[in-house]
């Protein structure tokens, strides 16, 4: 029963962190499908930082009203919440919304946001309700808030994300000596080579972890 709490333990941290972990490894597949390109990792940061109400709520609420915040129904409203959004966002991610007369990938952003507080929540709400189990417990739960950035990581790996070769190109120019002869130039192009799987499959994965957190 100890070994099986121990697993179970480890499996709710690796749920605290894991949606925002995973986006940040995919990004090399998914700003060159977006509008928003490179720009992509700014707006994230903001976003993640705007999702901090989601705790500064909790910390009110406790400031304010003891005892009257019980952390097990938000801890199950977060959770769904993040499996619903990543997949979700396994099929919305690549949509686009036209805003003042250019492309914005808004659904990704939404997404992101609702993912964003559900991490950064999960930071004021999980370990209060690990409080109540023994000790020993609180490690194998940041040992599992570890793995959250790990396995992610690993699975991206495997995919095969960012994977780039480069190869030579060759840019013509107009010279500009007496016989008007043609300079070339010798260039590397990069060239990113295909995943193994879907940035969707990726999602999917994402949400399954999500679920294995409830667990």
């Avoid at 509008?35 to 400031?63: C, D, K």
């Avoid at 097990?72 to 959004?85: E, M, S």
């Avoid at 300079?183 to 949400?207: C, H, M, N, R, W």
Wanted: net charge neutral.
């Amino acid at each position: 029963m100890s070994l099986l709490t121990h697993v179970l333990a480890c499996l709710f941290g690796m749920g605290s962190w894991v949606a925002i972990n995973g986006m940040w490894v995919e990004l090399p597949l998914v700003v060159h499908a977006i509008p928003e390109g490179w720009y992509l990792p700014s707006y994230l940061t903001v976003l993640i930082q705007m999702a901090n109400v989601g705790p500064l709520f909790i910390t009110l609420m406790h400031r304010f009203r003891p005892g009257a915040l019980d952390e097990r129904p938000v801890i199950y409203f977060i959770v769904g919440l993040g499996i619903v959004a990543t997949f979700l966002l396994s099929f919305f991610w690549r949509q686009t919304v036209t805003i003042a007369g250019s492309l914005h990938s808004v659904p990704l952003l939404i997404l992101s946001f609702l993912l964003s507080v559900v991490d950064c929540t999960s930071s004021v709400t999980f370990l209060p309700f690990m409080m109540r189990l023994r000790p020993q417990y609180l490690t194998t739960y940041f040992v599992g808030e570890g793995l959250s950035g790990l396995v992610p990581a690993l699975v991206a790996l495997i995919q095969g994300v960012g994977v780039v070769h480069c190869k030579n190109a060759t840019l013509a120019g107009n010279g500009s000596s007496d016989n008007s002869s043609v300079v070339g130039t010798d260039e590397l192009q990069a060239i990113y080579q295909p995943a193994k799987f879907s940035v969707q499959v990726f999602f999917v994965f994402l949400s399954a972890m999500m679920v294995v957190c409830l667990v």
